[in-house]
Each structure stands twice: as C-alpha cells, then as structure tokens.
C-alpha cells in the first residue's frame, strides 16, 4: 500500500466550486478504480490546539490510499481524472504531492 497526500492551492475564493467538482469526481474514483482504499478531499478545522497551522481557506487536501504505485499510476491517467483536471484548470493554482509508504505493514 502506498499513502498520497495531494495539497491544491485554489483561486482565491474559489475553495467551494472546487470543492462542488470533487463531489462529482469521488464516486467515479471509488466505483471505477480498484486500486483505491480510500480518497477523501479535506479541508482545514478550526480548533484550540495550539500547534495546528494556520487555516488555509484556499487549500484542498486529499488523502489517498492506493493498493500500490502501480494503482495510483493509472489513476492518475484515468478518463474521469483527466478530464477533471482539464475542467478545473482555470480554479487550481498548484498541486504538490507527497507519496508514502507505511512503515508497519
């Protein structure tokens, strides 16, 4: 298993309608890529603590789980993602991905 944590900087204000497309875009990852464990887009949470970073209203983290590099390879070049990030160009500014793997297996 690897882990991604993928962070989207997004057009100021434009976190929601990013965020609208990934509502979309899950469940076609989830029901069409068999590598996948787990994708779920986050945002930031206010709390108390005091070692939290600062809120960052426009970032979209996604964390990822694939069965394997191999996995996370095809998503990327999947019909459904591809399209996706065409269709949301002009609303992203960066992407920056970590990929991981665990170290207790």
């Known amino acids: 298993m690897i882990g991604v944590i993928a962070t989207i900087e997004v057009a100021e204000g434009r976190r929601e309608e990013l965020l609208r497309a990934y509502q979309k875009l899950v469940p076609l990852i989830r029901a069409n890529e ?3 464990i787990e994708y779920l887009p986050m945002i930031d949470r206010p709390t108390d603590l005091g070692n939290q970073q ?3 209203p426009n970032t979209i983290i996604v964390i990822e789980k ?9 998503h990327l070049n999947a019909p459904h993602v591809v399209a996706f990030r ?7 500014r960066s992407v920056t991905l970590q990929v991981l793997e665990p ?3």
């Open 34 to 36: 068999p590598g996948c």
């Open 54 to 56: 600062p809120l960052r």
């Open 66 to 74: 694939w069965k394997d590099m191999d996995a996370f390879l095809a």
């Open 86 to 92: 065409a269709e949301t160009a002009a609303i992203r």
């Open 103 to 105: 170290l207790l297996k």
